[in-house]
């Protein structure tokens, strides 16, 4: 053969590989699952049946769930022990045993504070120090607490086959060490040592997970764009783009897509996961939301609006081949038998009066296999 021909041969299968479709992910994330079932909470089908929430799941079309994990959630306030912040390794560990034994992936979420990590708040773990630590080593205190719960995890079985390094950090993290502007070039040399940190980690402890950078301003183009592009400067080794989109805060669905479009432009070698999305069906028992129409303006707050949201989303999703991850945020959530969190989030895929299972995990189905329409029950 000659080496024009061979050359030829090799680029055109090269050219084919990388054409081949990714796998795609569809899963939610469960951190709440090990509190409700040890509450002894019954989940029910859609006919009002026992299931065991994993298993059903995967019938359901599920291959992955994502988990998150706090460094000290026992310092948390009492206030987000109540809204759900308990993660710690142990927990994690165990759950993480859970969905790999059901032969799905795992994506591990690093929540690098002692509670809620998120675009209002990213406070410094008690344990490293506070608005004085050095950046570097905080940095150094990121890279060790990634490493020790990654080597722990693999150790029992629990290997995450994704890993979140921060949890929607669109304006950084470890405050006010690590806080950021997209927009600016504020503070993005310590941002970026802390996430290299832990990305060492990860690469070193986990070398085929892949890495996920997770913004939540999906509703703001020019930001998402401009945010990535700061990753890019400052040399961030990622690699799949993870955004929050929920249709309360993020705008249209439309404009998601637009989102979509721009980064799928701009980096082209970055696919995207939603890694968090939900839509209301209810607001009861909900102490932060009064009105029962709020948030109702273009999907009803009930059942049929969640699954309408959920049906147009996935449409959405489907005509961008640089999307291939979606997960919900708190599926699980089932307040029918004892009291897990104190106020209802109502946006959870199992009604909370009944624990039946909410028709929106029906349209789920539908971003794995578009053109199926036979359904679990």
Same mark, same amino acid.
């Given at each position: 053969?000659?080496?024009?021909?061979?050359?030829?041969?090799?680029?055109?299968?090269?050219?084919?590989?990388m054409a081949q479709p990714q796998q795609r992910l569809l899963g939610g994330d469960i951190s709440m699952l090990p509190v409700y079932e040890g509450n002894g909470t019954v989940y029910r089908n859609f006919d009002g049946q026992t299931i065991q929430l994993l298993p059903w799941l995967k019938r359901c079309g599920w291959n992955a769930q994502r988990v998150r994990l706090f460094v000290h959630p026992e310092e948390a306030k009492q206030q987000h022990k109540?809204?759900? /912040?308990?993660?710690?390794?142990?927990? %994690?560990?165990?759950?993480?045993?859970?969905?790999?034994?059901?032969?799905?992936?795992?994506?591990?979420?690093?929540?690098? $504070?002692?509670?809620?990590?998120?675009?209002?708040?990213?406070?410094? +773990?008690?344990?490293?120090?506070?608005?004085?630590?050095? !950046? @570097?080593?905080?940095?150094?205190?990121?890279? !060790?607490?990634?490493?020790?719960?990654?080597?722990?995890? /693999?150790?029992?079985?629990?290997?995450?086959?994704?890993?979140?390094?921060?949890?929607?950090?669109?304006?950084?993290?470890?405050? +006010?060490?690590?806080?950021?502007?997209?927009?600016?070039?504020? =503070?993005?040399? @310590?941002?970026?040592?802390?996430?290299?940190?832990? /990305?060492?980690?990860?690469?070193?402890?986990?070398?085929?997970?892949?890495?996920?950078?997770?913004?939540?301003?999906?509703?703001?183009?020019?930001?998402?764009?401009?945010?990535?592009? @700061?990753?890019?400067? *400052?040399?961030?080794? *990622?690699?799949?783009?993870?955004?929050? *989109?929920?249709?309360?805060?993020?705008? $249209?669905?439309?404009? &998601?897509?637009?989102?979509?479009?721009?980064?799928?432009?701009?980096?082209?070698?970055?696919?995207?996961?939603?890694?968090?999305?939900?839509?209301?069906?209810?607001?009861?028992?909900?102490?932060?939301?009064?009105?029962?129409?709020?948030?109702?303006?273009?999907?009803?707050?009930?059942?049929?609006?969640?699954?309408?949201?959920?049906?147009?989303?996935?449409?959405?999703?489907? =005509?961008?081949?640089?999307?291939?991850? &979606?997960?919900?945020?708190?599926?699980?959530?089932?307040?029918?038998?004892?009291? %897990?969190?104190?106020?209802?989030?109502?946006?959870?895929?199992?009604?909370?009066?009944?624990?039946?299972?909410?028709?929106?995990?029906? !349209?789920?189905?539908?971003?794995?296999?578009?053109?199926?329409?036979?359904?679990?029950?």
């Amino acid at each position: 053969m000659s080496r024009l021909l061979f050359s030829l041969l090799f680029s055109s299968f090269s050219i084919a590989i990388m054409a081949q479709p990714q796998q795609r992910l569809l899963g939610g994330d469960i951190s709440m699952l090990p509190v409700y079932e040890g509450n002894g909470t019954v989940y029910r089908n859609f006919d009002g049946q026992t299931i065991q929430l994993l298993p059903w799941l995967k019938r359901c079309g599920w291959n992955a769930q994502r988990v998150r994990l706090f460094v000290h959630p026992e310092e948390a306030k009492q206030q987000h022990k109540d809204e759900g /912040v308990c993660q710690d390794l142990k927990m %994690v560990t165990a759950l993480g045993r859970q969905i790999k034994k059901q032969g799905m992936q795992l994506m591990l979420d690093f929540h690098y $504070s002692d509670t809620w990590a998120d675009p209002g708040k990213q406070l410094i +773990p008690r344990a490293w120090g506070d608005k004085n630590t050095p !950046a @570097q080593v905080l940095a150094d205190s990121v890279e !060790a607490h990634t490493r020790h719960a990654l080597t722990t995890m /693999v150790a029992t079985g629990a290997t995450p086959d994704l890993i979140q390094v921060g949890n929607e950090i669109t304006n950084g993290m470890l405050w +006010p060490v690590g806080k950021v502007n997209a927009m600016q070039d504020n =503070r993005w040399q @310590q941002l970026a040592l802390m996430l290299r940190a832990g /990305v060492k980690a990860c690469r070193e402890v986990c070398p085929e997970a892949k890495i996920i950078i997770h913004t939540e301003k999906a509703g703001d183009c020019d930001l998402t764009v401009a945010y990535y592009r @700061q990753l890019a400067r *400052y040399g961030v080794d *990622y690699d799949i783009i993870g955004l929050s *989109y929920y249709p309360m805060w993020h705008k $249209s669905i439309p404009n &998601l897509g637009n989102t979509l479009d721009v980064l799928a432009g701009t980096f082209p070698d970055k696919p995207v996961m939603i890694v968090e999305t939900a839509a209301y069906y209810s607001h009861d028992n909900d102490r932060w939301i009064k009105d029962p129409f709020k948030h109702g303006e273009i999907f009803p707050i009930s059942p049929v609006g969640q699954e309408e949201f959920t049906k147009q989303l996935v449409r959405e999703l489907n =005509r961008h081949p640089n999307v291939t991850g &979606l997960f919900w945020w708190f599926p699980e959530e089932n307040e029918s038998g004892r009291q %897990v969190i104190n106020s209802w989030i109502n946006r959870g895929l199992f009604d909370n009066r009944t624990g039946k299972a909410l028709p929106a995990i029906k !349209a789920l189905q539908s971003f794995m296999t578009p053109n199926n329409e036979i359904f679990y029950r």
